[in-house]
């Protein structure tokens, strides 16, 4: 049952997702890449760390440590600051269809770098994929 | 292909690898803060605290005007809805983030990453729905290679979990 409720939660989050390309689409053209990433950046902190405050209360967050909240924030520079900023240049340019399926690759960057920086062995499943979304992103590119 | 194709093209794929690199420093940051919820809060005031103080020098004020005045000059009903949109796009993402945290503590990575990268698919279904066809122009190949991308990343996550 619990595992049924992760995939509605899974499939919730996609659709999440979703919206945000398209809001993000709609609005980044009036706003700007740099005020429409701004204003999602304040609006997703209060968003996240209001359920954090709910879910997870203090405990965790008074006993970090200095090296977990460091890596944390290079993660959120990381994966915000770049990531959202090029989404939204993404968005501008392409709208919203095309830059979702591109920013999809993510997988394929983290293959690569499994495989080269860490070691990781390379087996068919990862190898096919891999050429699934190099096909999949030149149709992206080219449709 | 044009050059904005291109470079929107670039730009995606650049958003991609960065959302690849963001989940290492997560896991070392877990070690020392294990809530996923307050490890993302405490990313995403660092990213504003950044944001906002390249905002404060004079050239990024100048991006910040230009915005603000796009928005006065242009009238129309959509511009005007621009910042509660846009808004909307960071309570969405928000809530994305909770829900897939709340998934992988429910079931499987193997079986919820995969599905949380199927948001691509509902776009390709909502973007022309609200956007209007003609700004989101949906072709047969464009099609496929969601279809392609979104496969390809279930057959990866599945590989590295086996």
């Known amino acids: 049952m619990s595992a049924f409720a992760g995939i509605l939660w899974a499939l919730g989050s996609a659709v999440a997702f979703s919206i945000t390309h398209v809001a993000v689409r709609r609005a980044v053209v009036h706003l700007g890449v740099a005020l429409g990433t701004l204003l999602m950046l304040v609006v997703a902190t209060v968003t996240i760390g209001s359920a954090a405050l709910l879910i997870d209360q203090t405990t965790a967050l008074a006993a970090a440590t200095t090296a977990g909240l460091l890596y944390f924030a290079a993660a959120g520079l990381i994966h915000f600051v770049g990531g959202w900023s090029f989404m939204n240049a993404s968005a501008r340019l392409i709208g919203a269809a095309r830059m979702s399926a591109a920013t999809a690759a993510s997988p394929l960057f983290a293959a690569i770098l499994a495989v080269l920086a860490f070691n990781e062995d390379l087996n068919v499943l990862i190898a096919s994929g891999v050429v699934l979304i190099a096909a999949g992103t030149y149709l992206i590119a080219t449709g | ?162």
Do not use: K
């Not at chain 2, 290492?24 to 307050?38: A, D, E, K, Q």
């Not at chain 2, 050239?59 to 915005?67: A, K």
């Open chain 2, 1 to 162: 292909m044009s050059r904005d194709h291109r470079l929107g093209i670039v730009f995606g794929l650049l958003t991609a690898f960065c959302w690849a690199i963001s989940p290492i420093f997560i896991r070392l940051g877990l070690l020392g803060l294990p809530s996923s919820l307050w490890g993302v809060t405490i990313g995403l005031l660092a990213s504003t605290l950044v944001y906002g103080l390249w905002f404060a020098g004079p050239e990024r004020q100048r991006l910040f005007s230009r915005g603000r005045d796009a928005l006065r000059a242009d009238q129309g009903r959509i511009a005007r809805l621009a910042i509660p949109i846009q808004i909307l796009a960071g309570v969405s993402a928000g809530i994305g983030v909770l829900s897939r945290t709340i998934s992988i503590d429910l079931a499987p990575i193997v079986v919820v990453v995969p599905l949380g990268h199927s948001s691509a698919l509902f776009t390709l279904i909502l973007a022309p729905l609200v956007l209007g066809a003609h700004l989101e122009r949906i072709t047969p190949r464009l099609t496929a290679g969601v279809l392609l991308v979104v496969a390809g990343a279930a057959l990866i996550v599945i590989g590295q979990n086996l």
